[in-house]
Structure formats: structure tokens, C-alpha cells
């Protein structure tokens, strides 16, 4: 089995990996960062959103492995103190795997430059730098509602727990095949409205944002800013891939979600 170890830069992180590296090397694992089968991510979700967009072209391929150095998170289902487990639990080479749904975003740039089809694990959030933000949103072909306010947030089920729910959406379940769609901080009043609630959609549908042209945005995709800020239009669906995770200890969702917020 080949492994890639990847680590986030705190000390104790660092400290981790060496000693994880050390124990994988002892029982005859092949360390590979170019092709792996497995990457072990050390630090915090957000070092898993780190691997998972480092070898988003592998995903086919790909399990991931979450350990924690801090307290346990949503995708790292293993503490910094348990490794020899984990290194025990990978010699058994079960290709056991738990699989979670992602969002396909397309964006649309009005500077000329080529489209692009991105991916995201948590959520892809787009807010205009200056003013506030207008949008017309479709929901599939029709047109839903013109949005007013300082941006919008599109998110996958494991994304639920992240920003969308600061922004006051639902916890998804992962096994719920959907994306939601948040507002942030919209403009209700007697002359602009918006749904003002999450919204939860289906699989087979799609969200489309037709940006007001001439305005410059922030569109953020997971820890990652887009740096074109000129986009004209996004359009978001549940994407054919997932991300895998090894599933030798799975922590039952809501198990999870009772720990880390109640
Ligand atoms: P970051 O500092 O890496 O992450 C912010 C916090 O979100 C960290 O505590 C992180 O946990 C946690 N987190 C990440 N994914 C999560 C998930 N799926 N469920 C529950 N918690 C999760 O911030 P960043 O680099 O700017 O962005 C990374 C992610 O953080 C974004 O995708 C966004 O969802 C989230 N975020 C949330 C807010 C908010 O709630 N107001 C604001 C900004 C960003 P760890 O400590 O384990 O890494």
C-alpha cells in the first residue's frame, strides 16, 4: 500500500507525521506523495480541505484518512495518540470506504477568460467586494428570485457543519444527496425580497447565479479564493464524484455533530 503523509505546519502536527512516517516505513508501507492510495492528513479538517484539493484529480483513486491533533473534527475520525492503532488498522488492507457527496461549480468570467469547472468538499461562497451584491437565481431553467445582499453560499452535506451552518442552514446528513443554498445577510424590505430561508435541493437540479455585470467579486471555494474577481455567472450541482475515506473506525454522524457543537 502506498501512503502519503500530509501534515498541516504546527509543531505538534510535524511531530506526528515524522513518527507516523517512521512506524508506516517499520512495517514495510511504501510513502508516496505522487500517487497514493491512501493520504493521511495531519492537523484539522482544514487539513484535510488542504489534501482533498491537492489530489482532487486522484479521487477515483484516493482514500483519505483524518488524524487530529487538536479535538476531533468532521472528517479526521482519528486522534494524534492512536497511530499504532492506525497503523494496525491499515495492515489489514481491508479497501473498506465511506464515500460523501461535492459540489461541481462552473464558473463564468466576464473578462474574456476561459470558464472553469471546480470542485468543492465543504461549499463555494461568492460575495461582491464593494457593494452589495445582486444576483438573479435560477433554480434549474426558471428564475427564482433576485437576490440582494452581501452574497451567497452554496454547500454539500459535510459542508453543513462548516459555514453554512454559521449561516444558519441545516445539518445535512451525508448520505442526503443534495446541495443547500444559504444567503448572507440579505436585504428584506418592502422593494427587494428573497426567500430568506436555506434551501435544500435535489440532485438532479441546479443553481445558476447571473451576476450584475461590471462589479468585482470574491468568490471563495472551500480554504481556496478564486483570484479572478471579474465572474459573470456560477452554476452549481452535486458533482459525479466523492471523496472516499477509509473507513477502518467511523464515527457515526451525529454522534459527531452532538460532540462538537452541543
Ligand atoms: P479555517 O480556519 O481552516 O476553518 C475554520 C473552522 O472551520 C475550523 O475550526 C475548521 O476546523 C472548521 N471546519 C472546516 N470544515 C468543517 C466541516 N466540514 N465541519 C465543521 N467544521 C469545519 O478557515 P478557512 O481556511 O478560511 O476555510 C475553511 C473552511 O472553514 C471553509 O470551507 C468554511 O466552511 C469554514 N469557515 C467557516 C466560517 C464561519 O463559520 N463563520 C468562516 C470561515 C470559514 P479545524 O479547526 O479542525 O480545521
Not at 482544514?46 to 483519505?64: I, W
Not at 479535538?71 to 465511506?98: A, C, M, N, P
Not at 452535506?157 to 444559504?182: C, D, E, F, W
Request: hydrophobic share 35%.
Amino acid at each position: 500500500m502506498k501512503i502519503s503523509i500530509f501534515s498541516n505546519e504546527k509543531k505538534q502536527s510535524q511531530k506526528v507525521a515524522k513518527e507516523l512516517k517512521y512506524k508506516l516505513k517499520e512495517q514495510q508501507f511504501i510513502i508516496d506523495e505522487k500517487t497514493p492510495d491512501v493520504v493521511i492528513t495531519i492537523g484539522g479538517d482544514g487539513t484535510l480541505l488542504s489534501a482533498f484539493h491537492a489530489y482532487q484529480d486522484q479521487l477515483a483513486t484516493v482514500r483519505f484518512i483524518g488524524v487530529h491533533t487538536g479535538h476531533l473534527g468532521f472528517y479526521t475520525d482519528w486522534r494524534d495518540y492512536d497511530i499504532d492503532e492506525l497503523v494496525r488498522s491499515l495492515k489489514e488492507e481491508t479497501q473498506k470506504s465511506v464515500s460523501y457527496p461535492l459540489l461541481d461549480i462552473e464558473v463564468v468570467y466576464s473578462d474574456g477568460s476561459d470558464s472553469e469547472l471546480r470542485l468543492a468538499l465543504n461549499e463555494a461562497s461568492i460575495k461582491n467586494i464593494h457593494h452589495t451584491m445582486v444576483a438573479n437565481v435560477y433554480i434549474k431553467t426558471e428564475l427564482f428570485e433576485c437576490y440582494r445582499g452581501d452574497g451567497l453560499s452554496v454547500s454539500t452535506p459535510t459542508g453543513s457543519t462548516a459555514y453554512s451552518k454559521s449561516l444558519g442552514g441545516a445539518v445535512l446528513h451525508p448520505r442526503v444527496n443534495a446541495i443547500q443554498l444559504n444567503e448572507i445577510a440579505s436585504i428584506n424590505n418592502r422593494v427587494y425580497r428573497s426567500l430568506g430561508s436555506p434551501m435544500i435541493i435535489a440532485a438532479d437540479e441546479w443553481i445558476t447565479f447571473d451576476m450584475k455585470e461590471q462589479e468585482e467579486y470574491r468568490l471563495t471555494i472551500d480554504n481556496y479564493l478564486v483570484e479572478n474577481p471579474n465572474i459573470k455567472q456560477l452554476r452549481f450541482c452535486l458533482s459525479d464524484k466523492r471523496i472516499q475515506f477509509a473507513s477502518y473506525r467511523h464515527t457515526h454522524f451525529w454522534k459527531r455533530v452532538r460532540d462538537a457543537f452541543i
